[in-house]
C-alpha cells in the first residue's frame, strides 16, 4: 500500500491538468502550453501562481463565459521587429507563449523584437516568458497590466494593477537571472494563498479607504473587489519607504500594456459590467527580446553576467546570514528540490477531486487519497 502524502507527481498532475483544461474546450495542443505554464510555476515554488489557482482563475472563468477556451491569436499589425495581437480573451498562456516566441524571432533577425498584446486573460508568472527568451541568449522583459488593486502613493482607490515588470539575463550558470515580481508590495494571489491556509495577511501591505492597513485576508479579497482596500505599491504605504517607486514602475507597465496595442487599463480591467455581471477581462501584455549576439555576443555577455553575480553571491554577508542570493537561485533550488512533485494543500485537494469527477477522468487517483 502506498503512503499517504500530499505530493503530486509531475507526470500525474501535468497530465491531469492538461486533461482537465481540454475537458473544458481547451485544444490539446493548446492545453499542453497551458499546463506547462501552470506547473512551471510551482516547480519554481511560486504556489500563487500554480495549482492553487488552476480552477479559480482558468476553469472557473472559462465556465462563466468571460475566458475563450479556444485562442483567437491575431496578428493586427506586423512590422519588423515590432507587432500587435489580438487575442480575443482566449487562453493567456497560449496568448504569451506565442507573443514571446514572436519577439524573440524578430530578435534574432533583427537583433531586438517587441510584441504588444491587447484582449488576453491572465497569463500565469511573467518568469515563464522572460524564461523563454534567456533559453535562446535573449534578455527577456514582460509586463501585464491586471484588474485595478494598486492605490497610488498619498491614495486610497485600487487604479492599478500588480503590473509585473518582468526582466530575464542570460548568464553561463546553471540557471538565468530572473527578476520577476509584482510592482505592489504583494500581489492578490499571494492574499489569496493566505486567505487558503488561514494566515494574516502582514501589515502595510494593504490599506483600507480609511487610510489604515488591513489584514484579515479573506475579508481583504472581498474589499479588493468593492474598493474598500487596495494593495500598497511596491515600498509600501506612504512616501517613507519609497512607495512612489513601485507606483511609477506600475504605472510604466499600465501605460505600456494598453497603449502600444491600444488596449484597455485601469478601471476598464475589473472584470465585472454595468450592472455586476462578469465580464472578460481584456488584459493587455508586452514582450521585448533583445539578442546578445547583437551586441558582443552570447558567450561574453553571459559570463559578464554570471561574473557580476558570482560576485555578489561572494560579497560580504549581514551578521546571522549564511547565503546571499541573486533572482532566479531559490526558484533554481526549489526546481531542485522538487524533483518528485507539487505539495498540494487541503484546499485545493478537494478542487482537483471535483474537477475531476466533473469531467470523468476516472484515471486519475492522487496520492493524498491512499
Not at 29 to 44: F, G, H, Q, T, Y
Not at 161 to 172: H, K, Q, R, S, Y
Not at 203 to 213: F, L, S, T, W
Not at 337 to 359: F, M, S, W
Request: charged share 25%; glycine share 12%; aromatic share 8%.
Amino acid at each position: 500500500m502506498s503512503k499517504k502524502t500530499n505530493i503530486v507527481d509531475w507526470n500525474t498532475i501535468t497530465n491531469f491538468v492538461i486533461d482537465a483544461f481540454v475537458g473544458y474546450g481547451v485544444p490539446r495542443e493548446d492545453a499542453e502550453i497551458c499546463a506547462d505554464v501552470l506547473l512551471e510555476s510551482d516547480k519554481r515554488g511560486i504556489e500563487s501562481h500554480g495549482v492553487n489557482r488552476f480552477k479559480p482563475i482558468y476553469l472557473d472563468r472559462i465556465k462563466a463565459g468571460i475566458q475563450n477556451p479556444v485562442t483567437d491569436f491575431e496578428i493586427v499589425k506586423d512590422f519588423a521587429a515590432t507587432a500587435v495581437v489580438d487575442g480575443h480573451d482566449g487562453m493567456g498562456q497560449v496568448i504569451g507563449t506565442k507573443a514571446m516566441q514572436m519577439a524573440i524571432d524578430k530578435a534574432h533577425k533583427y537583433g531586438i523584437g517587441m510584441v504588444a498584446v491587447r484582449n488576453s486573460c491572465h497569463y500565469g508568472i511573467a518568469g515563464y516568458y522572460a524564461s523563454m527568451a534567456t533559453k535562446e541568449g535573449c534578455i527577456g522583459i514582460t509586463g501585464t497590466n491586471a484588474r485595478p488593486s494598486i492605490a497610488p502613493t498619498f491614495g486610497v482607490e485600487n487604479m492599478l494593477g500588480t503590473n509585473p515588470l518582468t526582466i530575464g539575463l542570460p548568464t553561463d550558470e546553471d540557471f538565468p537571472f530572473i527578476i520577476d515580481c509584482a510592482t505592489s508590495i504583494t500581489q492578490r494571489g499571494k492574499i489569496e494563498y493566505y486567505a487558503r491556509i488561514g494566515k494574516d495577511t502582514p501589515a502595510g501591505m494593504v490599506v483600507g479607504r480609511d487610510g489604515m492597513p488591513h489584514t484579515d485576508s479573506e475579508a481583504i479579497l472581498t474589499e479588493l473587489n468593492t474598493g474598500e482596500a487596495a494593495l500598497a505599491p511596491l515600498g509600501g504605504i506612504g512616501e517613507e519607504l519609497a512607495g512612489y517607486k513601485g507606483y511609477g514602475y506600475a504605472t510604466v507597465v499600465e501605460i505600456l500594456s494598453a497603449a502600444l496595442a491600444q488596449g484597455n487599463y485601469m478601471k476598464m480591467l475589473s472584470g465585472i459590467g454595468e450592472h455586476g455581471e462578469k465580464i472578460p477581462y481584456h488584459l493587455g501584455h508586452f514582450f521585448i527580446a533583445a539578442d546578445t549576439e547583437a551586441f558582443m555576443g552570447r558567450e561574453a555577455f553571459e559570463k559578464t553576467a554570471g561574473e557580476i553575480c558570482r560576485a555578489l553571491r561572494a560579497s560580504q554577508k549581514a551578521p546571522g546570514c549564511e547565503r546571499i542570493y541573486t533572482a532566479g537561485e531559490k526558484e533554481h533550488d526549489v526546481r531542485l528540490a522538487r524533483e518528485d512533485g507539487v505539495p498540494i494543500n487541503n484546499a485545493v485537494q478537494k478542487e482537483l477531486c471535483a474537477v475531476r469527477d466533473e469531467l470523468g477522468l476516472t484515471q486519475y487517483k492522487f496520492a493524498f487519497e491512499d
